[in-house]
């Protein structure tokens, strides 16, 4: 919550704030991937409740419903090893996700 004291406001014209946020290690699963703003959201009556917005948050650069597959697990034995993964942002022209494995010839 942010708060502000009392204020005159002109008509069309345009305000902004700046705050810093702590951007979380995955986007929300069971919530809103959002910010609410509201002025006057203790209002008690729709006079002192002027205006409200929501914003979409974009996806939080994560990699979700990871597996793995494989034909077998005996040593020594030539394998088919299968990955899957799925971004939750776009991977810019030119990315990429790199996958590294040791011990394996």
Do not use: K, W, Y
């Given at each position: 919550v942010l708060l502000w004291g009392n204020?005159?406001?002109?008509?069309n014209a345009p305000y902004?704030?700046?705050?810093?946020?702590?951007?979380?290690s995955h986007s929300?699963?069971?919530?809103?991937n959002a910010f609410f703003l509201e002025f006057g959201y203790d209002?008690?009556?729709f006079d002192e409740r002027p205006a409200a917005?929501?914003?979409?948050?974009?996806?939080?650069?994560t990699?979700?419903?990871?597996g793995v597959g494989y034909q077998t697990t005996e040593v020594g034995r030539q394998n088919r090893v299968e990955l899957w993964i799925q971004t939750m942002s776009s991977i810019r022209p030119g990315g990429?996700?790199?996958?590294?494995a040791t011990g394996f010839s």
């Open positions: 204020a005159t406001f002109r008509r902004g704030f700046r705050h810093n946020i702590r951007v979380p929300p699963r069971f919530s809103s209002g008690t009556d917005a929501v914003v979409e948050c974009p996806m939080v650069a990699l979700i419903n990871c990429g996700i790199i996958i590294t």
